[in-house]
C-alpha cells in the first residue's frame, strides 16, 4: 500500500517541487520545511512531537491482534488523532502501523509516527546474540544479517531499531553483555558500524532499511560490579578512551539515533547530562540526529535523586538535550508550564523538535506514512528460506572452539555406532528465543539435537537423547533421569553435552554473582567423562563462564552462545566438519568470578605478572591469567602468521606504516584465520596499554596455501588523547604485535620521529632532541636516495 501525504506536502513545499516518493531532498529544503512546520505548531503539538508512547505489555503481545479491549494502543490512537505523539514503540505489523498512521493523518497537521523496535538481533529470523555475532569477527556477514533485519523488520512498519547497544563491556556479571561485542574499544567500533551499515544502508528512507541507535550514551558497561541499572564512576580520561570512541565511529558513520542509557555517570544520570550531549555528541561531534531518552529514564531522574518530581526531571532532561522521552510522560505534562516558568526556553523545545521532525523527514515519512507495508509483504519476507541460511552460516561462524584435545573433533561418524547428545539445553526451542529475540518463534527455530539428527539422517549412526535434568539441573529432582543419561553415556561411542545458561539469565535485568555452570550441570560432565566415553562440551551462554575444569578435563568444548533461529543446524555443521569453526572470543573467559572484571586492554604498570616473582601483579589463591584470553579460538585446521615485516622502523609522525605478514594453512582442512594486530606504544606521558587492538582481517586460507596479509597503521592509530583532548603522537617506540589471540608474542619495534611535514592535524609533541633526530633522519634518508 503506497500512499503520499499531499496535504502536509502542499502545507510544507509551497516553494520546494517535491515530489511523492522523492527523498533526495538537500539538507536545506528539510531545515526548511521543518521551519514551516514550526511555524505552525502550537506548544503542545511541539512537546506532542517529543513523546514516544510505549507500553512494555505490547511488546510481548502477539504482533497482530485485532486490537483486544483493554489494548493501551487504543488511548494511543486517541493521542495521536490530537497530533501530540511523536513516536511509538513496541507496536509492529501492517494492520497496526497503518492504523497507527492513518490517526496521524487525521491529526491536525498530519505529522507521521515514528514507530520504533529493538530489533537486537535479528527481526522474525533470529541471527546469534550480538556477542556471538562479534565472535564471528566477520564484518560482512554481521553487516548482512542487520541487513536481513532491517528487511524484515521494514516489512512489519517498523522504521527504527534500537540498536546496536555498542557499550564496551568488560564485567560478564551483567547480563547485558550479550548484547553488545565485547571488551574492546576497536572491536565494539568495528562492529557496530557494520551493523549500522546494514540496518541503514546508505540511506534509511529506503524501503528495505531502518534507522539505527547508538546506545546506551555512555559508559553503562561499566556498572558497578556488573549490577543491572547502578551508578558508574569513570574518568574522563577513561570515558574518552574506552567508553566514548565507539560512539564517535558510530556517529561519523551516520547513524541516525543515540539513545541515552538508564545510568548515573560520575554522578549526573546520563539522561540529565548536558555535558554528555550538548558538548560531546553535539558539539564535538556535530552530531545532527535524534537523542531519545531509555525507557522511562526521563521520569527516572527522580529515582536517582536528582530531580524531585516530573516537572523537574522534564526539566533536567530537556535542557540537556535529550529530545525525546521514551513512554514516561514528563514532557507533555510539564513542558508548558515550564516554558511559561522559563525554566526551559521556546527555543530548547523548537531545536528538540526539529531533531525529531528532521529524522522523520530524513526517514521520508512525509511523503510516505503508510510507508511500505502490507500484510502480504511482510508473510513473503519474514524467516524466508535465504534469511534462515545466512543466520545459519552467521551461528557456524560465531562459534568458538576452545579445546580440541587429539582432534576429537569433527566427529567422525565412520567411527560412530551410537551417538547419545545429553542435556535439556539440546532440544529446548523455548532457549533458542532470548528477551531480545522478540519476534522470534518456536516453530521456526531448530535444536540442537534436531540440528543433529537432520545431519544423520542418513548416516548409519543411531541418535539418542537424554535430558539428564532440566535447563537449570537439579539432578535431585529426579535422580533416575540423572544416571541413565550417564549411563547411556557409557556405552555409547561419542557425546554430545550440551549445557550452559538459559536465556533468561542473560539480557537487562540479569546480573549474575557467579559464572559457573548451574546447578548440577559439572556434575553430569564429570560422570560423563567418568564414563571414559570420548565427548565434547556444546556450552549455550551469554557470557563467558567460569569454566575452568572443563579446561582440565573435557576432550573438546564448542562455546555457540545463544545462537537464534539456525542455532541447532549450524552447531550440527561444526561438529561433523563442514564448517570449520572461526569464532574468536571477544570478550576474555576469566578462571573465576573473582579476578572480574579482566581484560587484556590493561594500562602498563611497575610490576606485571612475572611467575615466580612474589612482588608483581598476582592473586595468592589463583592465576591471575585468564583461561581464555580475547581474541582466541581454535580451527580444525592449524596456521602458522610469520615474516613480520614494516615497511619502515624508522617513522616520521604523519607517515603510516604497512605491516605484513605470511598466514600459512599448515593442517589438513581449508579454514579461515583471524589475523590480529596489536600496537604498544611503549612509554608517553599519559601512560598507554600492554598493547590494544589496531586492526584484524579474516582471512580464509586453503590447505598449503600462503596467503600475505598487510595492514595500515596510520598517525591516529599510534596517537592518544592529551591533556586537552586533543589527539596526539608522542615520538618514540612502538611495538607492533600480529598473531591470531591478544597474546599474540610475534612482534617488530619501529620509532617515531616528530615531522615538520604530519598534515593529519594530529598534533605531535616532541622535545628538542627529538626534533634534531628527525631532521637528523631526514637527511641521511635524503642522502641515501
Ligand atoms: C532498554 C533499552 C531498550 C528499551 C526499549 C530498555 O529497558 O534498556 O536497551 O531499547 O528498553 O525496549
Redesign the pocket.
Known amino acids: 500500500m503506497y500512499h503520499c501525504n499531499l496535504p502536509s506536502l502542499l502545507i510544507l513545499s509551497l516553494s520546494v517541487s517535491l515530489v511523492c516518493g522523492a527523498l533526495n531532498r538537500t539538507r536545506h529544503e528539510i531545515e526548511r520545511d521543518i521551519d514551516a512546520l514550526l511555524e505552525r505548531m502550537t506548544l503542545e503539538e511541539k512537546l506532542g512531537q517529543l513523546q514516544q508512547l510505549?507500553n512494555?505489555m505490547a511488546?510481548f503481545s502477539n504482533s497482530e491482534p485485532d486490537n483486544p479491549a483493554g489494548d493501551p494502543l487504543a488511548e494511543h490512537l486517541q493521542l495521536i488523532r490530537q497530533g501530540v505523539v511523536g513516536s511509538i514503540?513496541?507496536v509492529r505489523g501492517a494492520k497496526r502501523a497503518n492504523d497507527i498512521q492513518r490517526a496521524a493523518m487525521e491529526s491536525r497537521l498530519q505529522i507521521p509516527v515514528l514507530i520504533g523496535f529493538?530489533v537486537i538481533h535479528g527481526y522474525r529470523t533470529l541471527f546469534p546474540i550480538p556477542l556471538g555475532e562479534a565472535a564471528s569477527w566477520d564484518l560482512d556477514a554481521v553487516q548482512r544479517a542487520a541487513g536481513i533485519a532491517a528487511v524484515e523488520a521494514r516489512s512489519a512498519g517498523i522504521h527504527w531499531t534500537?540498536a546496536p547497544?555498542m557499550d564496551v563491556t568488560r564485567d560478564p556479571r551483567w547480563g547485558r553483555v550479550m548484547?553488545g561485542a565485547g571488551e574492546d574499544v576497536f572491536l565494539v567500533a568495528e562492529m557496530s558500524k557494520a551493523k549500522i551499515r546494514g540496518f541503514q544502508g546508505t540511506d534509511f528512507s529506503q524501503k528495505d532499511k531502518v534507522m539505527a541507535?547508538a546506545?546506551?550514551f555512555v559508559g553503562y558497561g561499566a556498572v558497578e560490579a556488573g549490577r543491572d541499572f547502578n551508578s558508574v564512576d569513570i574518568s574522563e580520561r577513561q570515558l574518552r578512551e574506552v567508553y566514548l570512541p565507539p560512539f564517535q565511529a558510530a556517529v561519523e558513520a551516520g547513524v541516525g539515533s543515540v539513545?541515552m542509557?538508564?545510568h548515573n555517570l560520575n554522578g549526573v544520570p546520563v539522561t540529565g547530562n548536558h555535558w554528555l550531549i550538548r558538548q560531546v555528541l553535539r558539539k564535538e561531534w556535530q552530531f545532527d540526529g535524534l537523542v531519545v531518552s531509555?525507557?522511562e529514564s526521563v521520569q527516572d531522574l527522580i529515582g536517582h535523586g536528582m530531580a524531585v518530581n516530573h516537572s523537574e526531571a522534564a526539566m533536567y532532561a530537556l535542557n540537556a538535550g535529550t529530545d525525546m522521552e521514551?513512554v514516561s510522560r514528563s514532557y507533555v505534562a510539564h513542558g508548558a508550564k515550564l516554558v511559561e516558568e522559563g525554566k526551559v526556553t521556546v527555543e530548547t523545545v523548537n531545536t528538540a523538535v526539529r531533531n525529531v521532525l528532521r529524522t522523520k523527514f530524513r526517514l521520508g515519512l512525509f511523503e510516505q506514512p503508510f510507508q511500505f507495508v502490507d500484510e502480504e509483504l511482510a508473510a513473503k519476507t519474514l524467516a524466508k528460506p535465504e534469511h534462515l541460511q545466512a543466520a545459519r552460516e552467521l551461528a557456524a561462524k560465531s562459534f568458538v572452539l576452545l579445546k580440541n584435545e587429539r582432534n576429537i573433533l569433527p566427529i567422525d561418524i565412520r567411527n560412530v555406532k551410537e551417538l547419545v547428545v545429553i542435556g535439556a539445553l539440546a532440544d529446548d526451542k523455548a532457549n533458542t528465543i532470548d528477551s531480545w529475540g522478540v519476534e522470534g518463534r518456536m516453530e521456526d527455530s531448530v535444536t540442537v539435537l534436531e540440528g543433529i539428527r537432520e545431519r544423520l539422517r542418513n548416516t548409519s549412526v543411531t541418535v539418542k537423547f537424554f535430558k539428564a535434568c532440566d535447563a537449570v539441573c537439579n539432578s535431585s529432582k529426579n535422580p533416575d533421569e540423572f544416571q541413565q543419561a550417564l549411563n547411556a553415556a557409557g556405552t555409547s561411542d561419542f557425546v554430545v553435552a550440551v549445557v550452559g545458561e538459559t536465556v533468561g539469565v542473560s539480557g537487562?535485568g540479569a546480573s549474575l554473582t557467579n559464572l559457573n555452570l548451574s546447578g548440577d550441570q559439572l556434575k553430569l560432565l564429570q560422570g560423563i567423562a567418568e564414563s571414559g566415553t570420548p565427548f565434547v562440551v556444546v556450552l549455550k551462554n551469554g557470557r563467558p563462564l567460569t569454566i575452568e575444569w572443563l579446561a582440565d578435563y573435557a576432550p573438546a568444548i564448542l562455546v555457540t552462545w545463544h545462537s537464534g533461529t539456525m542455532g541447532g543446524p549450524a552447531v550440527a555443521d561444526v561438529l561433523f566438519g563442514d564448517v570449520n569453526p572461526s569464532g574468536k572470543l571477544p570478550m576474555t573467559f576469566p578462571r573465576s568470578v573473582g579476578q572480574v572484571p579482566l581484560y587484556y586492554d590493561q594500562k602498563n604498570i611497575w610490576r606485571p605478572y612475572v611467575a615466580g616473582n612474589i612482588f608483581t601483579e598476582k592473586y595468592k589463591d589463583s592465576s591471575i591469567l585468564p583461561l581464555y584470553p580475547f581474541g582466541f579460538g581454535l580451527s580444525y585446521t592449524s596456521f602458522s602468521i610469520t615474516n613480520l615485516r614494516l615497511n619502515s622502523t624508522y617513522v616520521m609522525a604523519g607517515d603510516s606504516v604497512t605491516v605484513s605478514v605470511d598466514l600459512t594453512n599448515t593442517g589438513n582442512r581449508d579454514g579461515e584465520e583471524v589475523v590480529q594486530l596489536y600496537l604498544r606504544d611503549v612509554a608517553a606521558r599519559i601512560t598507554r596499554s600492554v598493547r590494544q587492538l589496531k586492526a584484524f582481517r579474516k582471512v580464509a586460507v586453503k590447505v598449503g596455501e600462503r596467503k600475505r596479509v598487510d595492514f595500515t597503521l596510520t598517525e591516529r592509530d599510534m596517537g592518544f588523547l592529551d591533556e586537552a583532548w586533543r589527539m596526539t603522537v608522542e615520538p618514540g617506540e612502538f611495538v607492533v604485535f600480529v598473531g591470531n589471540s591478544s597474546d599474540a608474542e610475534l612482534s617488530r619495534t619501529f620509532t617515531l620521529f616528530p615531522s615538520l611535514f604530519s598534515s593529519t592535524g594530529v598534533f605531535v609533541a616532541g622535545t628538542t632532541t627529538a626534533w634534531l633526530l628527525s631532521f637528523a633522519v631526514l637527511l641521511s634518508n635524503n642522502l641515501k636516495t
Do not use: N, Q, S, T
Open positions: 510505549g512494555v511488546m514503540l513496541y529493538d534500537f547497544m548484547e541507535c546506545k546506551h539513545m542509557g538508564y531509555d525507557y521514551m537487562e
